[in-house]
C-alpha cells in the first residue's frame, strides 16, 4: 500500500508513506547453537521526505522530529475505535534538498513487533496492511514546533488528536533486528 502525496510549501515534503509487513532478518553466526523459530511479521513504516529550510545557510538539521500516529483496524471492546500507536524519531544531520538534488528522497522508519501485533489483534497478528491499519499520521517538528503533517488516507488534517493514544508500541529501528541493516539507506537517529 503506497501513497504519493502532493507537495506543499512547508520546509518538509512528505513523498511517500508506506507500510508492509517484513520478516525479521535471518543472520547466521557461530558460537552458539542455533535457534529455530517460525518467522513472524514486522509492520514496517517507512516515510519518505525532502527537507528544504527556508533559510538557504542551512545545510544540515539536528533538530527534526518525526512523530508517528498509527490506527490500527483493530476495534473492539479495548479499543471501540482501533488502537491508536504513537511513536518518535528524532533524525540528526538531516541534509538540506540543495545539497545533492538529484538525490533528495530521505527516508525514516518506525515498526511494530510481531507480538504487539498479536496482542493487538486478540492473538493472531494481521497477514496484510490493508485489515491492520485503518491511517497512519506521521508529523514533522523542528524545535518543538510542527513544521508538515499528512495521513496516508485521509486528506482532511490532523484526525489523530481525537483518539486515545497508546504510546510505546512503535519502535525505532535500533529497537529491532532490523538494526545492522540499511545504514546509509535511511536517516541517522539521535540518541537521547
Same mark, same amino acid.
Not at 166 to 186: C, I, S, V
Given at each position: ?24 532478518? !535471518? ?5 552458539a ?13 517507512? *516515510?519518505? #521526505? ?6 538557504? !545557510? ?13 490506527? @490500527?483496524?483493530?476495534?473492539?471492546a479495548?479499543?471501540?475505535?482501533? !488502537? ?7 533524525? %540528526? ?6 545539497l545533492?538534488?538529484?538525490? !533528495?528522497?530521505?527516508? *525514516? ?18 497477514t ?10 506521521? *508529523?514533522? %517538528? ?5 513544521? #508538515?503533517?499528512?495521513?496516508?488516507? %485521509? ?7 481525537? #483518539? ?5 508500541? @512503535? ?6 533486528? #532490523?538494526?545492522? @541493516? ?11
Amino acid at each position: 500500500m503506497t501513497v504519493s502525496i502532493a507537495q506543499t510549501a512547508s520546509e518538509v515534503t512528505v513523498t511517500k508513506i508506506e507500510p508492509q509487513l517484513v520478516s525479521a532478518p !535471518a543472520i547466521s553466526y557461530s558460537g552458539a547453537p542455533s535457534k529455530l523459530v517460525p518467522p513472524k511479521k514486522w509492520a514496517e513504516i517507512e *516515510t519518505t #521526505f525532502v527537507w528544504q529550510p527556508t533559510n538557504p !545557510a542551512e545545510k544540515y538539521n539536528d533538530e527534526l522530529t518525526v512523530n508517528y500516529y498509527v490506527l @490500527l483496524n483493530n476495534k473492539g471492546a479495548q479499543y471501540p475505535q482501533g !488502537a491508536l500507536l504513537t511513536g518518535q524519531t528524532a533524525l %540528526s544531520s538531516v541534509p538540506a534538498k540543495s545539497l545533492d538534488p538529484g538525490n !533528495a528522497q530521505l527516508k *525514516t522508519v518506525i515498526y511494530i513487533s510481531p507480538r504487539t501485533l498479536e496482542r493487538l489483534f486478540g492473538g493472531k497478528a494481521p497477514t496484510d496492511m490493508n485489515s491492520a491499519i485503518t491511517d497512519i499520521g506521521v *508529523t514533522f %517538528s523542528k524545535q518543538g514546533q510542527v513544521i #508538515f503533517q499528512k495521513s496516508l488516507k %485521509s486528506a482532511g488534517g490532523a484526525w489523530w488528536p481525537q #483518539f486515545q493514544q497508546t504510546p510505546g508500541l @512503535l519502535l525505532n529501528k535500533e529497537d529491532t533486528p #532490523f538494526a545492522p @541493516l540499511n545504514w546509509d539507506y535511511y536517516e541517522s537517529v539521535k540518541k537521547p
